[in-house]
């Protein structure tokens, strides 16, 4: 089975820009969850898609949002740019809600200039 | 809230030799899972081994396994004969057991360096 694909894999954006990232999470996954890396803050979490429904948020301004398609594909978004949202990005997948173990695809690279 | 911390920030082990990574975990539930993932310099992060709280047997995937002690809330992977290839950033991290607290908390990672 191919893993979770994640693309573009890097992205340089101006601030005061918007970004969308994407995410194919592992075929028959139906769950993902996006999470944020930064050398300051760590891992941190996002949010959660089941079956096109927003399930949990994590601690991020209104400017974060995502969606998920019938297909299971997701995408974030990024509005109004701020430096402080240079990170990677790091999408997963499970193939449920929890318990179920999140596999992880290779990030993108997002910096705001 | 839960919490995982993972107190060395940086550990070296030679080649062939034994490594300890230790995590600690703060919760109020009883049934949750816990998991080591491998995060190489390639960025991606990468499932070592998972642990069901509620198994008292330690889990073991080849040359890992963990310690878990419930009771102390301690859960620590043990890398047998390095290799070259283990050096990578280590994550602990926790997930609930109910769907609405269903995400990922993570410790701050410990860096693995693996030497000839």
């Known amino acids: 089975k191919a893993g979770v694909t994640q693309t573009p894999r890097y992205l340089i954006k101006t601030r005061g820009q918007q970004v969308t990232l994407s995410c194919s999470p592992i075929?028959?996954?139906?769950?993902v969850s996006w999470y944020q890396q930064t050398p300051g803050q760590g891992l941190q979490f996002l949010f959660e898609?089941?079956?096109?429904?927003?399930?949990n948020k994590g601690n991020f301004p209104g400017r974060f949002s995502g969606r998920q398609f019938s297909n299971s594909r997701s995408e974030m978004n990024v509005s109004t740019l701020e430096l402080g949202d240079s990170a990677l990005y790091l999408c997963?997948?499970?193939?449920?809600?929890?318990?179920?173990?999140?596999?992880f695809g290779p990030g993108t690279r997002l910096t705001v200039l | 809230a839960q919490t995982v911390t993972q107190s060395q920030p940086e550990m070296s082990v030679q080649e062939a030799e034994t490594v300890t990574l230790s995590c600690t975990y703060d919760?109020?539930?009883?049934?949750?899972?816990l998991f080591w993932y491998k995060q190489p310099p390639s960025r991606q992060m990468i499932l070592v081994i998972r642990?069901?709280?509620?198994?008292?047997q330690n889990a073991t995937e080849n040359r890992f396994s963990v310690n878990f002690q419930k009771a102390a809330k301690s859960f620590s992977l043990k890398i047998s004969d390095s290799q070259l290839g283990d050096a990578a950033m280590y994550f602990c991290?926790?997930?609930?057991?109910?769907?609405?607290?269903?995400?990922?908390?993570f410790g701050t990672g410990t860096r693995l360096q693996v030497t000839l």
């Open positions: 991290a926790y997930r609930s057991f109910t769907g609405t607290a269903s995400k990922l908390t």
């Open positions: 075929s028959g996954h139906r769950s």
């Open positions: 997963a997948s499970s193939f449920g809600q929890a318990p179920d173990t999140q596999y």
């Open positions: 919760t109020s539930e009883s049934d949750y899972y």
């Open positions: 642990q069901e709280a509620y198994k008292q």
């Open positions: 898609y089941f079956s096109e429904t927003q399930r």
